[in-house]
């Protein structure tokens, strides 16, 4: 059975950094647009982005763009999130998706 795990989650201060990883157990990873979602308390589930299957193309939702860069690693089977400019709106729990595959999502946090 195919699964997909996040990491890189935490408590970080406003203005902070973090970066998120999700790493594929498919051996079809390098096939697949991913995606980022997210859900934050008492909020409906958002999407924040994507990366298209090589990498070279990417989209952003606009509360993120310009703060949030995805990347991928194909030979890892590994998708990154990295989160810059971190503000408390951002707190959520965040989701890597491929196709209809979701992980288990990692906790974000952005108080001070």
């Known amino acids: 059975q195919e699964w997909l795990v996040e990491s890189g989650g935490g408590l970080v201060q406003p203005g902070g950094s973090l970066k998120l990883a999700c790493v594929a157990s498919?051996?079809?990873?390098?096939?697949?647009?991913m995606h980022w979602h997210r859900q934050g308390p008492g909020k409906q589930r958002e999407w924040v982005g994507y990366?298209?299957?090589?990498?070279?193309?990417?989209m952003y939702a606009n509360s993120v763009k310009g703060r949030f860069t995805i990347s991928r690693d194909n030979a890892k089977k590994t998708m990154y999130l990295q989160m810059n400019n971190l503000k408390p709106e951002d707190t959520a729990v965040y989701y890597c998706?491929?196709?209809?595959?979701w992980g288990q999502g990692t906790q974000v946090t952005v108080s001070s």
């Open positions: 998706v491929m196709d209809n595959l």
């Open positions: 498919s051996s079809d990873f390098s096939t697949y647009t």
């Open positions: 990366i298209t299957s090589s990498g070279a193309i990417t």
